[in-house]
């Protein structure tokens, strides 16, 4: 009877412990990456150029693209800008969809099934809006906001065709740390 009892403690133990990491960010990856890892455990320094797409350059923006990915085409990450470390505040893997939105809608579509089992704990709101890079672009996204204040987000990106950036219609999912969405909220285009 005693071992009985270890055992269901145990078996109840470990399955808390599962709910407990779905909602922790770092256990969730884009291509074996994760917000808190640096970008040198995975890529030498002289492939990884920072842009400064923002008006505040307190964060620097990583963009590649690796054939060797296996879900995503690239991915678009950002660090802050004197981090010698190039630590993660945001990854986001990257699907093309150039000029096809509509096929980007319905990849989202099944990204978010998936997400909802994972990520039932958490705070889910949809939203379409402009971006705030180009006024004429929109974005139809879903994001998840876990209990630490960080957020993971499945968002098709429509941008319109003379955007100042050159940037091409894609699926992003991203992992978002509190520090940076806060930084991307308030003073990235300020």
């Not at 320094?45 to 879900?71: R, V």
């Not at 319905?106 to 705030?132: G, P």
């Amino acid at each position: 009877m005693k071992n009985t009892i270890k055992v269901i403690l145990f078996l109840i133990f470990i399955s808390l412990q599962s709910w407990v990491k779905a909602d922790d960010v770092r256990d969730f990856q884009i291509e074996g990456m994760s917000v808190g890892d640096s970008l040198l455990d995975f890529y030498p320094k002289n492939k990884l150029k920072k842009d400064y797409f923002y008006n505040s350059k307190k964060w620097a923006s990583i963009s590649l693209a690796d054939k060797n990915f296996i879900t995503y085409e690239g991915f678009q990450a950002h660090v802050k800008s004197e981090d010698q470390n190039y630590i993660i505040g945001h990854i986001e893997g990257m699907i093309i969809y150039d000029k096809n939105i509509e096929d980007c809608y319905s990849k989202q579509k099944e990204i978010i099934l998936e997400l909802d089992v994972l990520f039932k704990s958490s705070k889910k709101t949809e939203q379409n809006k402009t971006h705030s890079a180009d006024y004429n672009s929109s974005t139809r996204g879903t994001y998840y906001r876990l209990n630490s204040g960080d957020l993971i987000s499945v968002t098709c990106y429509d941008w319109s065709d003379n955007n100042k950036n050159n940037f091409v219609d894609k699926l992003g999912v991203s992992i978002i740390t509190k520090e940076f969405m806060e930084w991307i909220n308030i003073e990235a285009y300020k």
